[in-house]
């Protein structure tokens, strides 16, 4: 019989969002770490979604279906992660760059960023150099968090890097970068601070980078 993570990533697969409430609700009561339900569920879904995708099997609608059932189970288990009340650690800034709408790694970085204490302000996706740069300043964040996840538009977090730049911010806020095409060796040619391959890595990076 399939455990409740793996009917849980089915649902997901499905784009089935009740059941994946359901299934979430279950693994709860089952005492099942909130990590573990968005590794081994959610997010495992969501990589078979991503293969079918690529495989020519599933289309964009399948593919938007299946993000909003994971959306649905993000948004139960995201109270759990840590109330992060004080948010004292600092404030991070994180968008999808111009150009890209995928958004899922972003919310969920930005999620377990919230949770590990951090105050997180969501530019969303597709969003300017010129925007980055103007919320890092009205906020005055100490992180800027970039998620790109189109080779196309692995351009634009250079570009935003030396908007920072000339915008005289750059000594003051550490960048980092992340999205399935993004790699160490790209984020040093970027001028990046640091990269991180998936969400909770992103909270260590950003503890290290401010040094807590
Ligand atoms: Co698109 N898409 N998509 N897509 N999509 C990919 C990315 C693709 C790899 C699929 C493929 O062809 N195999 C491909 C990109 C190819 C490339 O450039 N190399 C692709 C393409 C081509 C496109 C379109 C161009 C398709 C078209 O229209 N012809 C189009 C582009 C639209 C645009 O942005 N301008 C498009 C559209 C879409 C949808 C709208 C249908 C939908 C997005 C819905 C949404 O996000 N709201 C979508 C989806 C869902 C995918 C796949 C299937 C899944 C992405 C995802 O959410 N993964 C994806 C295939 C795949 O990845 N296998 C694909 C789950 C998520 C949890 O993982 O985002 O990688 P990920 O995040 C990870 C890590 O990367 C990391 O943490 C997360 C995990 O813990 N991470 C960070 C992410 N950001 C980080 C930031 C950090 C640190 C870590 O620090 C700042």
Request: with cysteine; glycine share 12%.
């Amino acid at each position: 019989m399939a455990s409740v993570l793996e009917e849980m990533a089915q649902a997901v697969i499905d784009g089935d969002g009740e059941r994946v409430a359901e299934l979430v609700k279950t693994a709860l009561s089952e005492k099942v770490a909130p990590s573990r339900i968005i590794n081994d569920g959610l997010v495992a879904g969501m990589g078979v979604v991503g293969e079918r995708f690529k495989n020519g099997e599933f289309f964009i609608p399948e593919v938007l279906m299946s993000a909003r059932a994971m959306h649905v189970g993000m948004a139960l288990v995201k109270p759990l992660l840590g109330s992060g009340e004080e948010k004292g650690r600092g404030t991070i800034v994180i968008c999808t760059v111009k150009g890209d709408v995928h958004d899922i790694g972003k919310n969920l970085v930005a999620m377990m960023l919230e949770g590990g204490g951090f105050r997180v302000v969501d530019l969303g996706t597709d969003v300017l150099p010129e925007r980055a740069v103007a919320a890092v300043r009205e906020h005055s964040a100490q992180v800027l968090a970039m998620s790109s996840l189109l080779t196309t538009t692995l351009a634009r977090m250079p570009e935003t890097i030396k908007a920072l730049e000339a915008a005289g911010l750059r000594g003051r806020v550490k960048v980092m970068v992340g999205g399935a095409p993004v790699t160490q060796a790209f984020a040093d040619r970027a001028g990046a601070d640091g990269y991180a391959p998936d969400a909770a890595l992103a909270v260590e990076l950003a503890r290290r980078l401010l040094g807590l």
